[in-house]
């Protein structure tokens, strides 16, 4: 289905004046873990962006100290949320960013980029990977050397744009990609990614995204939208390692196993989760505790173990 760039943009501008989503479950809301959050703003080539620092409450002596005070060696985790490269909503990034703030023991930057059709590709990823560029600068509080990039959906798509404008721009510090269901190959249309065992509500909102993100249909091979298509054949060797996780009933799933097996044959998977019973998304969505949790805690391990 095509469905032309007017009609498109217009329902993405509407669909960003809707609200998030309110279906994630209490339970996964970890609630219980308190972070200290200070707003900040991070200079991009399209502009400064809004962001939220995440560390945990014991780092700092009272609320009425500056989050950024006293960091030390802490690592940096640069978040970027979903939302179909359209929707604005980073808050539902939340319970992951306090999750990581106070079980992996980093510092985690929630980034609001600028979505389409605002900023059209490749304009989102290289905001990303300028977000990442200045958060491993000398010069942050934080242990730039020390970086791991993660994303969801969209985001997920972004984090690994990054990390191959890293790896072709000489920038070694990220040591760490974390791929949540990512958007990895806008070559083939949603509708053809779909089987019966798979959800469809991707297949209705698919052709809006893409339409609005990356109006120009021939560019959708590019090696920065869909590394996991076919025509993006460029050596992997030395990418940021990563950490992908896939979801059974995701019209994405296949693109996201196709690109783990990309990455382990550049000797770059750390680890792939498949969940074969959950959703886009799922984390989000209203999973259950039992379903979320280890797959934050083995993110967290990941995450602690960036070298010292």
Known sequence: MTIPRGLADLLARLMQKAPGSSQQ????????????????EIPTRHGRLPATVYLPSSDVDG???????NLGSRGVYVNFHGGGFVLRHPEQD???????????????????????????FPGPIEQAYDV???ATEASR????ARCAVGGQSAGGSLAAGAARLA??????TIELQVLMYPALDLSIPSSQKWTADKEKFLVYMGPIFNAVYCPDESRRRDRLISPAGKY?????????????????????RDEGVRYADRLEQA??????IDLPEAGHGFNILGASREAVLPVYERIAETVRQLRP
């Open 94 to 120: 939340d319970p992951l960013c306090r999750f990581l703030a106070a079980r992996a023991g980093v510092t985690v930057l929630n980034v609001d980029y600028t979505p389409a059709p605002q900023s059209r």
């Open 25 to 40: 479950s209490p339970e996964t809301s970890f609630a219980e873990i308190d972070a200290i959050t200070e707003d900040i």
């Open 232 to 252: 993006d054949t460029a050596p992997l060797d030395r990418i940021a390692p990563a950490l992908v996780v896939t979801c059974g009933r995701d019209i994405l």
């Open 141 to 144: 509080p934080w242990d730039g």
């Open 132 to 134: 990442v560029k200045w």
């Open 63 to 69: 609320h009425s100290r500056s989050a950024l005070e």
């Open 267 to 272: 000797g770059s998977l750390i680890d792939h």
């Open 167 to 172: 790896l072709e721009n000489g920038l070694s």
